[in-house]
C-alpha cells in the first residue's frame, strides 16, 4: 500500500508569469520515451510481478524504494507543468468571455493543454503523443530487469539535460535540477545491484551520459546537502534491505561530492505544495464560486 503525503519532493519557485510553451517542453519529462511516467511504470509492475522476494529481497526492496520516489517525480513534474500555465486570465468572475481572452492560447506549442486540461498536467509527451504500457519493461528477469533499469535512468539523465538546455524560467529548470542529481541515484543503484549480481563493474560506465552535475546551477544544493548519496526507503519500516546493496561501504561517484552511502528512513524533508489560481475565465460557465469557496470554507472548519 502507499502513503500520500501533502508535500512535493523539494520546493518548486512560483513563475512570475505563465510560460506554457515552457509548460511543452516539461511534458517531454513526464510522458516521454524517459519520461517520470516511464521510470514509474517499469519499478512499479517489475516491483508488483517480483518473484521470490523473501530470497531477492534486497533487489525487490531497491526496486520498491525507488518506485515510490517515482511517484513524487511525476507530481513534481506535473505540478510545474501546472505552475507553467498558471494563466493566462483575469482572475475575477467578471472577465468578459467574449472579448478573446485567451486568444494567445491559441498558437501555444501545446495548444491542446490548455483547450482540454485548463492548462494541467496530462501523461502525454511534448508532441501530446499519449505515454502507453509499451514504454514498460518487465520481463521476469533480475538481471534483465535491472539492465533495462539502467539503460532507462542514463537515457532519462540525457533527457533531462536536454530539456534543462532549452529552458530559462526558474521552475522548469528547478525540476530538471532535482530530477538530474536524483537520477543520478537511480543509476548509481541500478549499476551497483548489478555488479553485486554479476560481478561487473557497470559503475566505471557511469555517468553515462557524462553530465558533469557540478556545471549545473540548479543541482548544487541539492549535492552540497548529500541527496547524491541517499536512497530514501519511503516507508517507516520497511525496504531497509536495499542497504544490501546502497550501503555504507559504497561511496559517491567520482565527479560528485565525496561521501558514503546512506539508506534514509521515510521520505525527505520536501517542500510546499503552492497554490493555483483560479481562472474563471477559462471555465466558465462555472458554477458560482463565492458559494464554492462558502461550502467549502464552512467543511474545513467542521474539519478542525
Request: aromatic share 8%; charged share 20%; hydrophobic share 35%.
Amino acid at each position: 500500500m502507499f502513503m500520500r503525503i501533502d508535500r512535493l519532493l523539494t520546493e518548486l519557485p512560483v513563475p512570475k508569469a505563465p510560460s506554457p510553451n515552457s509548460a511543452a517542453a516539461l511534458q517531454e519529462l513526464l510522458g516521454g520515451k524517459y519520461g517520470e511516467m516511464s521510470t514509474l511504470g517499469n519499478y512499479m509492475f517489475q516491483s508488483f510481478n517480483f518473484r521470490v522476494k523473501s530470497k531477492l529481497r534486497p533487489f525487490y526492496s531497491l526496486v520498491s524504494s525507488i518506485f515510490a520516489e517515482e511517484l513524487g517525480h511525476v507530481e513534481l513534474v506535473s505540478t510545474g507543468v501546472a505552475l507553467l500555465n498558471n494563466g493566462p486570465g483575469d482572475p475575477t468572475p467578471e472577465v468578459d468571455v467574449s472579448a478573446v481572452p485567451f486568444e494567445p492560447m491559441r498558437d501555444v506549442r501545446l495548444a491542446g493543454s490548455f483547450f482540454s486540461n485548463a492548462g494541467g498536467a496530462m501523461p502525454m509527451n511534448s508532441n501530446a503523443a499519449s505515454w502507453n504500457m509499451d514504454m514498460v519493461t518487465t520481463t521476469g528477469n533480475l538481471i534483465i530487469d535491472l539492465l533495462h533499469n539502467f539503460h532507462l535512468e542514463c537515457g532519462a539523465r540525457l533527457h533531462k539535460l536536454r530539456v534543462y538546455e532549452t529552458l530559462s524560467d526558474p521552475t522548469g529548470r528547478e525540476v530538471c535540477g532535482y530530477l538530474l542529481v536524483r537520477g543520478s541515484v537511480h543509476a548509481h543503484a541500478y549499476a551497483l545491484a548489478l555488479k553485486k549480481l554479476t560481478g561487473v563493474n557497470i559503475e566505471q560506465m557511469l555517468p553515462t551520459p557524462n553530465i558533469e552535475l557540478g556545471r549545473i546551477p540548479e543541482c548544487q544544493k541539492y549535492l552540497e546537502e548529500g541527496s547524491h548519496r541517499r536512497l530514501y526507503r519511503f516507508s517507516p519500516d520497511d525496504y531497509g534491505e536495499a542497504g544490501g546493496i546502497w550501503s555504507n561501504d559504497e561511496v559517491a561517484l567520482p565527479g560528485d561530492p565525496p561521501g558514503q552511502l546512506e539508506i534514509v528512513d521515510g521520505p525527505p524533508e520536501g517542500g510546499k505544495i503552492p497554490e493555483l489560481d483560479g481562472n474563471y475565465g477559462a471555465f466558465a460557465p462555472d458554477y458560482a464560486p463565492e458559494e464554492i469557496f462558502e461550502v467549502a470554507t464552512k467543511l474545513y472548519q467542521a474539519s478542525r
